[in-house]
């Protein structure tokens, strides 16, 4: 595996490409990819722990529902995710547990507020021996 | 930056251009951008013109499809776009054509402070307003709400503000629908919203939001200045945020519902993020009764920061913010969906007009408005970014006709947040605002400043030139900023 994610332009808002050697890799990557954006991940411990489970209709709604229900837990928990171990993964369902650290001023960088993650160009398709999909944010 | 928009593009007047109905299949009314030669240069950079022509494909959309002339790419909807939809000819409600901030607005205090009289006390002045406005991602505020609580806020927006001592009856005649929305139902909002609304009442967000104090530095309109109570060396206040997390939530929650709505309807859209279902529908419904909870939350949110930023005069200067002069001169809503009135082919019609990044400008004589603005038309208040002038307007009559009563809502980017991020590294832009512009910045965040710098942004006077030359808002004064909280 080469490049996990990078960020896409657009004037007005931002998103990311991401990139895995299975889709379960793909969505773990898109989850660093998003709270990259939001934060420094380098000074973030893994101390705390949320159990996710997301059921869809298929893979695209299934990665912005997944991403939806992390930021979820940023916006209320105010917990940044760093590290994303997901379980059983179809391409309707996936189980997974998330770890990060709730947020405190003197430790950690804040980047910028994600207010939702859109449908608009949203891609997951498969590539040459692996996945690749495009999500943007509004920001 | 992407590709140049290459779609057709002609040229009405110095002020107008239209997508002509035939450019696109499927589009149901021609497109409108309001814009001289200068700025069109830049709204072909990005698709904002596409997307001004997948709106005009709306089920049951009227006349045109409208794009200010500070319109940039958006999800879906083109920010800085307008678009009427009829209810009686099967027409949608898009919870996209309004925006994940639903009510971001802009309020502009004024006072009977002059410049020369705080030119020394500015910079305690900011320090004490960074301290007492809760900003930044994610801030949360000291006023928590109990879901009994909430419900209330939600039905009497600005007006639970003022009941609880935040404020006069005065400031909700000085705002837009009188700070609420009617038919607000509280139970068509989520758990999720319930829940992040709870803390971030009072509280100013990040990104593009701000408190900036100023001075009025040109008149244009003398007398209808002295109505609106502005006059030149003036310090103001203006505060820019929205309904924070609870909005955003409202938002998310409804684009995803009418995702799987759709195909009932038999809708079919080029986007996604268009989502939308007919206003006669339940799923219409639902989002209207949850988004006017969300625009009253965000009139209530400015209320509070006002109330703050009073106090913070008060402190500051040792007097109380009556004898100050701190009176609203208006709150303005720019993402927001209302129903209103208008003459379409001969036929008054109830439309509702989706408002994502513009601006309700009302002219003299609409019955809408107050009787102290029956005689100068709607006060239109236009945000420019951090180191430029800011602009009081007012709406026209003829904004009445041409743009279902609408104009402009600010500057409009011109640089995506990572290219403004790159073009500032290594730099302090706060530092260079003051050295360069002696303007003040508190900020939570460096990143957010450097997405924010000047350079992001298109100069707003050159909006506020067009629809003032269009007549669509009349210019009335300018501000110059002093100071800056960030978040």
Redesign the interface.
Known sequence: MEKRYE?I??????GIRAYGDSLSDLFTNAAVGMFSS?ADLTTVDPIHKRDISVTETDRE?LLVEWL?ELL?L???D?IILSRFDIGHMTERSLKARVYGER?KQEKH?????I????????EVIQAKGGWKAQI?F?? | MSEFWQGTLEKVDDWRYRIPVTYKAGMKVPGILYADETLLKDIVRDKAPEQVANVACLPGIVRHSLAMPDIHWGYGFCIGGVAATDPEAGGVISPGGVGYDINCGVRLMRSEITLAEIKRRIEPLMNRLFTGIPAGVGSKGDIRLSAREERRLFVEGARWAVNKGFGSGEDLECTEAGGALDDADPSQASDRAYERGARQAGTLGSGNHFLEVQVVDEIYDEDIAREFRIFKDQVTVMIHSGSRGFGYQVCDDYVKSMVRAMAKYNIQLSDKQLACAPIKSPEGAAYLGAMRCAANYAWANRQCLMHRTREAFEAVLGASWQSLGLLLVYDVAHNIAKFETYTVDGRRKKLCVHRKGATRAFGPGNPELPARFQRTGQPVIIPGDMGSHSFLLAGTVKAETETFGSTCHGAGRVLSRSASIRACRGRHIDRELLETKGIIVRATGRSTLAEEAPEAYKDVINVVNVVHNAGISKRIARMRPLGVVKG
């Open positions: 960020a332009e657009h004037t007005a808002d931002f939001i709604a939806r979820y940023f916006s209320t105010g947020y960088t804040l980047h910028t507020e207010k939702a993650v859109t449908y608009h160009g949203l943007i509004d920001a």
